[in-house]
C-alpha cells in the first residue's frame, strides 16, 4: 500500500522560508519521478515541482528561483525548499509519485501572511 505523509508546513510571513518534507513507503522509492503539487481554497491542484528518478529538476514558472525540490532515496524523502514566500504561495501541499495516480497524501498546509 502506497503512503505519502507531507509535513513541515506552517504560517510565516511574506518573505520567509519553509521546507516541505515527503515520506513515501509502498513504491521503489529511487526509480519514481516524484512531485510536489499545491491546492489553493477553489483553485484547481496544480503542479508546484517534479524531480525525476536521475535528479532532473522542473518547475512552475510561478515557484522558479524561489522553490527547489530536491530528494533522498536513502530515506525515501522528497523534500521541497520554499524561500521567499508570497501571500500567493498560500496553499495545501501535496506531494505525489507521478506514475502511481490517484494517491495523495494528508497534505501540508502553507500560510503566509503579507
Known amino acids: 500500500q502506497v503512503q505519502l505523509v507531507e509535513s513541515g508546513g506552517g504560517l510565516v510571513q511574506a518573505g520567509e522560508s519553509l521546507r516541505l518534507s515527503c515520506v513515501a513507503s509502498?513504491?521503489?522509492?529511487?526509480?519514481?519521478?516524484m512531485e510536489w503539487y499545491r491546492q489553493a481554497p477553489g483553485k484547481q491542484r496544480d503542479l508546484v515541482a517534479r524531480?525525476?528518478?536521475?535528479?532532473?529538476?522542473t518547475y512552475a514558472d510561478s515557484v522558479k528561483g524561489r522553490f527547489t525540490i530536491s530528494r533522498d532515496n536513502a530515506k525515501n524523502t522528497v523534500y521541497l525548499q520554499m524561500n521567499s514566500l508570497k501571500p500567493e504561495d498560500t496553499a495545501t501541499y501535496y506531494c505525489?509519485?507521478?506514475?502511481?495516480?490517484?494517491?495523495w497524501g494528508q497534505g501540508t498546509q502553507v500560510t503566509v501572511s503579507s
Open positions: 505525489k509519485a507521478m506514475a502511481i495516480i490517484n494517491v
Open positions: 509502498g513504491i521503489h522509492f529511487s526509480i519514481n519521478s
Open positions: 524531480i525525476t528518478s536521475r535528479g532532473r529538476e
